[in-house]
């Protein structure tokens, strides 16, 4: 057959350094696996950048992260018309409420398996009924959808840069209150690491800090290492269904600072704003991190770098209606930890160097405003799609213009009742009345002041 293929994916610019372009690759490895799953149903696939939409039937658009609604929304105002088929999918994919007008079709959760009928039946003018599947004119916040489970996808799949690679896990089976990743996708397959698919894309496994090969220096290859603490403090973690207790965060920290090679840079994720926390929790990491340093015996310095990551809830989680704390940690993180570690400024990241342990932040923790943009794109309903077609526009919010957003999105980080929630026609593989006893008996037993706590 001439001409482009019927069915293309959007790609919306290509770096030019390669580098560049690997990571972009990775952020499209699901949307490559979809290729691949269509290619093998007999369905040829192209690509598509914004300006040559209009030459296929079918669009693929992948928004993997929240963040990709608003630069999708943007792009797509600036779509040529033409007679096409959107078709979104992806981890974001959950609150459409206020994106309505960007696509045709919505897959929820994994795609493989249904994705050529979908598809097919676009090409074919039908709909596909399917708990999955949402048509965008016929959304209904008070109607039910589901998000679509399978297990590992069993083929490997070539990425936009020809590295191929393979799926050997989907899910995580830990089960943090807060986590998308853990409670969208069904765990099988292999234990997962912090890193999620990171493993298999960078090339080695990594662990969780509960793991017990996490102090076996042999678990180290250099470079960077990952690893979720998840909470300032013990009650924070045990909140968040995140089962680290100090004697375990110590005895990983002292095990790091006993091995007799330099494990390279770790790297702790930690979730801060988790509802409740106060100075208290940051000073128990604080009294943790400066007690391993006080007793490791002699030896070289090892880093630690601390990634803070501001707590917001997803929908379908066990966390779904919890609060967005109002705190910009971007400005008081790195002094509050100084005030805990009784430090005083040195270089730009650092928060503390003991004998042994030195601990700096990462680069890159978000802003208030960016966190709250966040927190209405997974909270926005219908009626907000004309403000949050403003706020594409204005992303990234940064410096003065960022100012107003905060009051005008604040409305969307308190707590809520789960039938308020816009997110509430979604559903996921754990029966919600398990996932709300989950969290009943950790905010009861951890945070009582949250207004959920008496069920
Ligand atoms: S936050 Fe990390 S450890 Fe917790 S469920 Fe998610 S992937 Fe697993």
Redesign the pocket.
């Given at each position: 057959m001439n001409g482009p293929p019927e069915v293309a994916m959007w790609i919306p610019e290509r770096p030019a350094r390669r580098e560049h372009f690997s990571a972009m690759a990775m952020g499209f490895a699901g949307l490559c696996m979809i290729r691949d799953a269509l290619e093998r149903a007999g369905i040829a696939v192209g690509e598509c950048s914004s300006a040559t939409v209009n030459r296929h039937k079918v669009i693929l658009c992948s928004i993997q992260s929240v963040p990709e609604w608003f630069r999708f929304s943007e792009a797509r105002a600036k779509w040529p018309a033409g007679d096409y088929t959107v078709i979104i999918g992806g981890p974001a994919v959950l609150n459409v409420s206020p994106w309505l007008h960007l696509f045709d079709v919505a897959v929820f959760g994994r795609a493989d398996q249904i994705v050529a009928s979908v598809v097919g039946a676009a090409l074919a003018g039908n709909r596909l009924p399917h708990p999955a599947v949402l048509y965008a004119d016929e959304f209904d916040p008070d109607g039910a959808w589901r998000i679509e489970q399978t297990g590992p996808y069993p083929h490997d799949y070539k990425l936009l840069d020809g590295r191929i690679v393979a799926e050997r896990t989907t899910g995580?089976q830990?089960?943090?209150s807060f986590?998308a990743?853990?409670w969208h996708r069904k765990h099988e397959g292999g234990r997962?690491s912090?890193s999620?698919v990171g493993g298999d894309l960078f090339g080695g496994a990594e662990y969780?800090m509960l793991d017990g090969k996490a102090t076996d220096s042999a678990a180290y290859r250099g470079g960077f290492t990952h690893f979720?603490l998840?909470g300032m403090s013990e009650r924070l973690r045990h909140l968040a269904n995140?089962a680290i207790t100090r004697e375990r965060f110590r005895e990983w920290l002292a095990a790091i600072c006993g091995m007799d090679r330099n494990p390279g840079v770790v790297r702790i994720y930690c979730v801060v704003g988790i509802p409740t926390e106060t100075e208290a929790d940051w000073q128990e990491f604080a009294d943790d991190v400066m007690a391993v340093d006080e007793d490791a015996g002699a030896g070289p310095l090892w880093g630690f770098r601390l990634q803070l990551n501001h707590f917001r809830p997803f929908p379908a989680t066990p966390a779904q209606t919890w609060p967005v704390e109002l705190h910009d940690y971007r400005r008081t993180g790195i002094p509050t930890l100084r005030r805990c570690f009784g430090t005083a400024p040195a270089a730009k990241q650092a928060v503390f160097t003991g004998r042994r342990i030195w601990v700096n932040v990462d680069y890159g923790v978000e802003s208030l405003p960016v966190v709250l943009s966040q927190a209405a794109a997974l909270r926005a309903s219908v009626d907000d799609a004309p403000m949050m077609r403003v706020l594409a526009r204005e992303w990234p919010l940064s410096g003065q213009r960022a100012t107003p957003w905060v009051a005008r999105l604040a409305a969307y980080a308190k707590e809520y009742l789960v039938g308020d929630l816009p997110t509430r026609y979604l559903s996921t593989y754990a029966a919600a009345a398990g996932m709300a006893k989950l969290n009943a008996a950790k905010v009861n037993r951890y945070a009582p002041a949250l207004e959920t706590a008496v069920p």
């Open positions: 995580c830990l089960g943090c986590c990743y853990s997962q912090e999620g969780t979720g998840d995140k």
